[in-house]
């Protein structure tokens, strides 16, 4: 059962990426952009040790994601010599916009492939997945 749960987890995630255009960006830089959505600005080598990269490396996306328009830096009010980085409000658009597209996905195709008995089963394993993922 564990094998067939993360095989259909995969299969999910994939779909669901499939209906945002991520355009050409690594998997790095998304997670480094979703870092920076969910914990709020952060340094460069911040990022490196979150993400586990080496700090060139961390410089290399950050410089990537900045010429895209995508991350911005200002200065660190508690300490001048060190560069905040934060979303744009371009990316932070175009987040909402590519999660209001997955979500969109997902319940159109929830409503036209489920039965309501079904979609109540599937609530039920939604709560018993939701148990595994807590700590």
Same mark, same amino acid.
């Not at 945002?20 to 830089?29: I, N």
């Given at each position: 059962m564990a094998a067939e749960l993360r095989a259909l987890v995969g299969k999910l995630k994939r779909r669901l =990426?499939?209906? *945002? @255009?991520?355009?050409?960006?690594?998997?790095?830089?998304v997670s480094?952009?979703?870092r920076l959505e969910k914990e709020?600005?952060?340094?460069?080598?911040?990022?490196? =040790?979150a993400e586990g990269m080496r700090p060139q490396s961390m410089a290399t996306v950050v410089a990537a994601l900045n010429s895209a328009?995508?991350?911005?830096? *200002?200065p660190d009010p508690n300490d001048g010599r060190r560069i905040l980085l934060s979303l744009t @409000? *371009?990316? =932070?658009?175009?987040?909402?916009e590519g999660r209001a597209a997955r979500q969109d996905w997902l319940s159109r195709s929830l409503l036209a492939q489920l039965s309501t008995d079904e979609m109540d089963v599937l609530a039920k394993a939604a709560g018993l997945l939701n148990r595994l993922v807590e700590d």
């Open positions: =990426r499939e209906q *945002a @255009d991520v355009g050409d960006l690594t998997p790095s830089q480094v952009l979703l709020g600005p952060a340094t460069t080598s911040s990022l490196a =040790r328009g995508l991350v911005i830096g *200002a @409000d *371009a990316c =932070r658009q175009w987040v909402q």
